[in-house]
């Protein structure tokens, strides 16, 4: 198993450009989310799914897309970059989502000029 | 809303033990806990689920009080390998498809010296 798998590792964009960065599980995990990570402020919850066909917004859902047409992926969409985006980018996904281990993948760098 | 850590820092020398707690306002579910290394990702310690299942780590302990809505995290005997940022995680009872949610804290650092 490769387990959750993000690509790419680091990107660097311009403001106002877009951009959808990848997410992919193979342990056919129901529940899959996205978190940024930025300094001193822990993980929050961007957006997240329960299953394909459906999803919900997090604690800090502005400006951020999802889709979940498969079990599998589920990508995140900047529809127009702003600085305030910059973060580190994790994607997690559990078997059935409460009371199961969260599995993390290995993040996305982004920078926002 | 984000479950409140306690201590934001605890620096150690190896052998000694650290706690580290974690509250919510809400009702929980399930309190999760994480480390993560500096340029890694998260990585799960364990879970506590309401009602006094555990599962997760052989030489990390941890308590949750559900009527207090606290959890702890005992770290015993300290190694180097210890280092790094501890998150705990919370969850609401679960009320329904799509309702599920789990929040991090901010993180405490924790620094293991020999």
């Known amino acids: 198993n490769a387990g959750v798998t993000q690509t790419p590792k680091f990107q660097v964009l311009k403001t106002g450009q877009s951009m959808t960065l990848q997410c992919a599980q193979d342990?056919?995990?129901?529940?899959m989310s996205w978190y940024r990570q930025d300094p001193g402020m822990g993980l929050r919850l961007i957006h997240y799914s329960v299953g394909a066909g459906i999803t919900d917004q997090g604690e800090v859902p502005n400006g951020y897309n999802v889709s979940r047409s498969t079990t599998e992926d589920f990508p995140l969409r900047l529809l127009s970059a702003a600085p305030s985006q910059t973060s580190v980018y994790f994607c997690?996904?559990?078997?059935?989502?409460?009371?199961?281990?969260?599995?993390f993948g290995p993040g996305t760098r982004l920078t926002v000029l | 809303q984000q479950p409140v850590q306690s201590p934001q820092a605890v620096i150690l020398r190896e052998g000694e033990d650290a706690v580290i707690n974690c509250s919510s306002s809400?009702?929980?579910?399930?309190v999760h806990w994480y480390r993560q290394k500096h340029g890694e990702a998260p990585v799960f310690l364990m879970i506590?689920?309401?009602?006094?299942e555990q599962k997760g780590h052989d030489k990390i302990s941890a308590s949750f009080n559900e009527k207090k809505q606290q959890s702890s995290l005992y770290l015993t005997a300290s190694q180097l390998s210890y280092s790094g940022t501890y998150f705990c995680?919370?969850?609401?009872?679960?009320?329904?498809?799509?309702?599920?949610?789990?929040?991090f804290g901010k993180g405490t650092k924790l620094s293991v010296i020999p």
């Open positions: 506590l689920l309401k009602g006094g």
């Open positions: 809400k009702a929980l579910y399930s």
């Open positions: 995680g919370t969850d609401r009872p679960y009320s329904g498809a799509g309702s599920y949610q789990l929040t």
């Open positions: 997690a996904s559990s078997y059935r989502g409460e009371g199961d281990t969260q599995y």
């Open positions: 342990m056919n995990h129901e529940y």
